[in-house]
T-cell receptor, first 115, second 112 residues
């Protein structure tokens, strides 16, 4: 397995457009997380899936943001009507809940620039 | 609410020397996990070391070790025999199982 992958790696969009990002976790991992990281800050939790169920959502996840994990494998994060404040690195991470606590493995991120 | 504070935005160390990165956190929970993650320039985050709060013994991983002071809510990272490849952002993180809380990071530069 090659680890967590994210696509695209970079996205430039104009304000008001919709964007969608994809995350492919490590295949045996049932937990998937989305984070947002802005310049000079650590990652901020957005949402968390266990299998296909979205179990936690941060208050940072406004109604313009939606995440899905339809078959419990890959996940998508969509941002509607993008704003300049959405410019950030969007990180995906995965882990397994089997055998107790497991570390999170991070993907390379998708850097979003809203012009 | 859980918060993680890293008070050193930038640090530098000479190659082969030892450096300590500081981290404090605030929580009312008793069972939790603490982590140090490394994020090299333009590369993805990787776990450096983790500590379970119920363990009194400080975690070590090769050249990396922690000083975990539960009462003081302090969790520092010591890097011994620093190498050029240690140059990266280092993030301290706290978790009670699912959600992770990260500090703002310390940018470490290892000087040849």
């Amino acid at each position: 397995d090659t680890g967590v992958s994210q696509d695209p790696r970079h996205k430039i969009t104009k304000r008001g457009q919709n964007v969608t990002f994809r995350c492919d976790p490590i295949s045996e991992h049932n937990r998937l997380y989305w984070y947002r990281q802005t310049l000079g800050q650590g990652p901020e939790f957005l949402t968390y899936f266990q299998n296909e169920a979205q179990l936690e959502k941060s208050r940072l996840l406004s109604d313009r943001f939606s995440a899905e994990r339809p078959k419990g494998s890959f996940s998508t994060l969509e941002i509607q009507r993008t704003e300049q404040g959405d410019s950030a690195m969007y990180l995906c991470a995965s882990s397994t809940s089997l055998g107790g606590f497991s570390e999170q493995y991070f993907g390379p991120g998708t850097r979003l620039t809203v012009t | 609410a859980q918060t993680v504070t890293q008070s050193q935005p930038e640090m530098s160390v000479q190659e082969a020397e030892t450096v300590t990165l500081s981290c404090t956190y605030d929580t009312s929970e008793n069972n939790y996990y603490l982590f140090w993650y490394k994020q090299p320039p333009s590369r993805q985050m990787i776990l450096v070391i983790r500590q379970e709060a119920y363990k009194q013994q400080n975690a070590t991983e090769n050249r990396f070790s922690v000083n975990f002071q539960k009462a003081a809510k302090s969790f520092s990272l010591k890097i011994s025999d620093s190498q050029l490849g240690d140059t990266a952002m280092y993030f301290c993180a706290f978790s009670m199982g699912t959600q992770f809380y990260f500090g703002t990071g310390t940018s470490l530069t290892v000087i040849p």
